[in-house]
């Protein structure tokens, strides 16, 4: 149980347009999602906390505009990321956590953008 | 602030020997603890976390609120442990979150 999935598992892009990518809790209603982003050898970092039917919560320094997250159901979120440039290539990493009250997240298998 | 401290970026051993992975944390808080770790061309998964007081594969970590630290420890590595071991830090700042640290990676030889 507590499967989230993530579509599509690799994007290339070209620069200026933009890419969407979906997270979906499998069997689990996830009250939160969480969207990261992590770069070689590096750890995640937490980009923005979503909560179905509000508005995302963005970390300091991610720019909202730039990163548009939408959180519609309770298993589905989508992160766009809007005229993506080369820097923005990275991977993208989901997790969600479900109705427990344990901060306990399960991660989906992550997404490659690379933007050419 | 939260933070989450891994002081090693690599931790190589011989099969087995014994493992410490060392996670130092700072959060004025209640802490909640987790160990994840991330096999090769796999997800992040959760390994351990403080509240069960459990074992996992032999892995085992204690929450010493004195030394803010949550050290992770296997007394005989296997190879198979070879992976990238992340500690992570959890607290109510409204939505749950967590805070990684920026991860050891075990390198188990033969």
């Known amino acids: 149980g507590a499967v989230v999935s993530q579509h599509p598992s690799w994007v290339i892009c070209k620069s200026g347009t933009s890419v969407k990518i979906e997270c979906r809790s499998l069997d689990f209603q996830a009250t939160t999602m969480f969207w990261y982003r992590q770069f070689p050898k590096q750890s995640l970092m937490l980009m923005a906390t979503?909560?179905?039917?509000?508005?995302?919560?963005?970390e300091q320094g991610v720019e909202k505009d730039k990163f548009l997250i939408n959180h519609a159901s309770l298993t589905l979120s989508t992160l766009t990321v809007t005229s993506a440039h080369p820097e923005d290539s990275s991977f993208y990493i989901c997790?969600?956590?479900?109705?427990?009250?344990?901060?306990?997240?399960?991660f989906g298998p992550g997404t490659r953008l690379t933007v050419l | 602030a939260q933070r989450v401290t891994q002081p090693e970026k690599l931790l190589s051993v011989f099969k087995g020997a014994p493992v410490e992975l060392k996670c130092n944390y700072s959060?004025?808080?209640?802490?909640?603890l987790f160990w994840y770790v991330q096999y090769s061309r796999q997800r992040l998964q959760l390994l351990l976390r403080h509240i069960s007081r459990e074992s996992i594969k032999g892995f085992t970590a204690d929450l010493n609120k004195g030394e803010t630290s949550f050290h992770l420890k296997k007394p005989f590595a296997q190879e198979e442990d070879s992976a990238m071991y992340y500690c992570?830090?959890?607290?109510?700042?409204?939505?749950?979150?967590?805070?990684f640290g920026a991860g050891t990676r075990l390198a188990v030889h033969p």
């Open positions: 997790s969600a956590t479900g109705t427990s009250g344990s901060n306990e997240q399960f």
């Open positions: 959060y004025s808080g209640s802490p909640e």
């Open positions: 979503s909560n179905e039917g509000s508005k995302a919560t963005y």
């Open positions: 992570a830090l959890g607290f109510s700042g409204g939505y749950n979150k967590l805070i």
